[in-house]
């Protein structure tokens, strides 16, 4: 039972464009969400939050927006960079805190130079 | 900012052998811990919880009789592999949180290969 989703498992964006990667819920429990960046054999590296009483948080290039109806959730890179290559998970959470994370199935983000 | 350490990065052992993971809060105290596993190109999925003093708590299909947690103090938790076998080998990843929203802090990972 996957309750986080992310049904794009690769992108590849322009140098300079907007990376969107997008998320999807099935547990209207969850009123926290976090997306990490990742590379092979490293642990995941925490880029931004959101939680449930808002639908927009922006730090620096990256931005997060929640529509709490639809249980979708989706990240803004702007404007992407070839750092940004790397493998993106959006987690969620019942109780931010001590509460276990529920983390997606990933998407691979390759930015073309 | 909060750091976790998690030792070894990687490990090779021999089948039915036993590995012992570490995984330390170096400035901060960890109330709660998570481990984790990843298999090739698969999510993380939550292997189970730990609170400092008391027994962990599995995920469903977690064998906790194999995968031996410990959370003795504060700021280090223990995943011991018991009886590893080749299907064990899997990239194990712990997270730590002090608590009341402080977010959590991933360690770097260890890849265990069992041969």
């Known amino acids: 039972d996957q309750q986080v989703k992310q049904n794009s498992p690769s992108l590849s964006v322009q140098e300079g464009r907007i990376s969107i990667l997008n998320c999807d819920y099935t547990?209207?429990?969850?009123?926290?969400f976090l997306w990490y960046k990742k590379y092979p054999a490293e642990g995941p590296t925490f880029l931004i939050s959101i939680s449930s009483i808002k639908d927009k948080n922006e730090d620096g290039r990256f931005t997060v927006f929640l529509n709490k109806s639809a249980k979708h959730l989706s990240l803004h890179i702007v404007p992407s960079q070839p750092g940004d290559s790397a493998v993106y998970f959006c987690a969620a959470s019942a109780n931010f805190g001590n509460e276990k994370l529920t983390f997606g199935t990933g998407t691979r983000l390759t930015i073309i130079p | 900012g909060a750091v976790v350490s998690q030792h070894p990065s990687w490990v090779i052992c021999k089948s039915g052998t036993s590995v012992k993971i570490e995984c330390r809060s170096l400035d901060f105290q960890a109330t709660t811990m998570f481990w984790y596993r990843q298999f090739p190109k698969q999510s993380l999925m939550l292997m189970a919880t730990s609170n400092e003093g008391s027994k962990a708590t599995y995920e469903q299909g977690v064998e906790k009789d194999k995968f031996l947690i410990n959370h003795a103090s504060l700021t280090l938790s223990t995943l011991t592999v018991t009886s590893a076998h080749p299907e064990d080998s899997s990239f194990y990843i712990c997270?730590?949180?002090?608590?009341?929203?402080?977010?959590?802090?991933f360690g770097s990972g260890t890849r265990l290969t069992v041969v």
């Open positions: 997270s730590a949180t002090p608590g009341n929203l402080a977010g959590y802090t």
């Open positions: 547990n209207s429990m969850f009123d926290y």
